[in-house]
C-alpha cells in the first residue's frame, strides 16, 4: 500500500532532483528506504551517511518510521562562515 510524503531537498539536493519539495506517494516505511527511492530514481548521488533527515521538522535517524502525510526534509553537509 503507497502512502504519500511530502518531501524537501536543501540546497545540492535541490539544485540535482530540480525542484525543492514534491509529493510522493511510495511504499516506503521508513526514513532509509524514501530516500533510497528518490537517490536511485534522480541520480542524487549521496548516501544516507553523508545528509542528514527531518521529520515533521525534527532531526531523525535514518530507521525511522514513516506514515501517511509525513514532511520529509533531506539537508546535505552544509558549509559557512
Same mark, same amino acid.
Given at each position: #500500500? %503507497?502512502?504519500?510524503?511530502?518531501? $524537501?531537498?536543501?540546497?545540492?539536493?535541490?539544485?540535482?532532483?530540480?525542484?525543492?519539495?514534491?509529493?510522493?506517494?511510495? *511504499? =516506503?516505511? &521508513? @526514513? $532509509? =528506504? +524514501? !530516500?533510497?527511492? @528518490?537517490?536511485?530514481?534522480?541520480? +542524487?548521488? !549521496?548516501?544516507? $551517511? &553523508?545528509?542528514?533527515?527531518? @521529520? %515533521?521538522?525534527? !532531526?531523525?535517524?535514518? &530507521?525511522? *518510521?514513516?506514515? &501517511?502525510g509525513d514532511r520529509i526534509a533531506f539537508l546535505p553537509p #552544509?558549509?559557512?562562515?
Open positions: #500500500m %503507497n502512502t504519500t510524503y511530502q518531501i $524537501s531537498y536543501f540546497g545540492i539536493l535541490a539544485e540535482r532532483r530540480g525542484l525543492a519539495a514534491e509529493t510522493l506517494s511510495h *511504499p =516506503a516505511t &521508513d @526514513v $532509509s =528506504a +524514501l !530516500f533510497e527511492e @528518490v537517490n536511485n530514481a534522480h541520480q +542524487l548521488g !549521496f548516501a544516507t $551517511s &553523508d545528509l542528514r533527515a527531518a @521529520v %515533521n521538522d525534527e !532531526f531523525v535517524s535514518w &530507521d525511522q *518510521p514513516l506514515k &501517511d #552544509m558549509s559557512g562562515g
